[in-house]
């Protein structure tokens, strides 16, 4: 069975400051990987996923996470966050099985960024 | 065109009462699904279908019966609804695994 952990369940930072938020997996099966955005009282928006490929992989919003498969990690990272980012982040896993795939999120992580 | 959507987005309703979700998606995927947000934001799927066929259902009490009258729609009925069943419930869908598409959600108080 899959399993994500998000290792910080909220992350303070300063506007335009870089910013890491960090995320295991737990498969012995090849996995899908995901980052959604959740803003204050809305859906999910997919940020970006990582299924093959190159590991490094850029998403909306300035938004980009490194698919680590040695360290099992999918961090998310940021170079200079505006307020507008903040909001929860949740990271996702998949397995990729045909229809009897469902994602698996983490507990989720809220940026808050301030002036 | 909203790719998922569901309805109602709003929902208030006394413990006991009977209530159901609506969910239509356009993307032409075989798989959807339910999520339940709770209040620490914490998402759990709830159930899944394949093609108008069950294929997970992740220890949900009995009183959730969801129902796919073909591969758009996935409604979800709660019956002898629980202060408990308060959450932000959301619909999805995919193809293969490799991109899911949420609904806005559906909050649910019961009082």
């Known amino acids: 069975a899959q399993s994500v952990t998000q290792l910080d369940s909220q992350v303070p930072v300063f506007e335009e400051a870089p910013v890491e938020l960090r995320c295991n997996y737990s498969?012995?099966?090849?996995?899908?990987l995901f980052w959604y955005v959740q803003y204050p009282n809305q859906g999910l928006q997919l940020l970006l996923k990582?299924?093959?490929?190159?590991?490094l992989v850029k998403g909306i919003n300035g938004f980009e996470a490194e698919f680590n498969k040695s360290q099992t990690s999918f961090h998310l990272r940021k170079p200079s966050v505006h307020i507008s980012d903040t909001a929860e982040y949740f990271c996702?896993?998949?397995?990729?099985?045909?229809?009897?795939?469902?994602?698996?999120f983490g507990a989720g992580t809220r940026l808050a960024v301030h002036p | 065109d909203t790719a998922v959507s569901q309805t109602p987005k709003y929902l208030v309703t006394q413990m006991g009462n009977d209530k159901s979700i609506k969910c239509e998606q356009n993307?032409?995927?075989?798989?959807m699904y339910w999520y339940k947000q709770d209040s620490k934001k914490f998402l759990k799927i709830m159930f899944s279908?394949?093609?108008?066929?069950?294929?997970i259902n992740e220890t949900v009490p009995n009183r959730f019966s969801p129902k796919s009258p073909d591969k758009a729609h996935l409604n979800l009925h709660i019956n002898s609804l629980e202060l408990g069943d308060s959450a932000v419930y959301f619909c999805?869908?995919?193809?293969?695994?490799?991109?899911?598409?949420f609904g806005s959600g559906t909050r649910l108080t019961v009082v």
């Open positions: 999805a869908s995919s193809q293969d695994g490799s991109g899911y598409t």
């Open positions: 990582y299924l093959s490929g190159s590991t």
């Open positions: 993307l032409g995927h075989d798989t």
């Open positions: 279908y394949n093609n108008k066929e069950l294929i």
């Open positions: 996702a896993v998949s397995r990729p099985s045909g229809g009897y795939n469902k994602l698996i």
């Open positions: 498969s012995s099966v090849s996995v899908y």
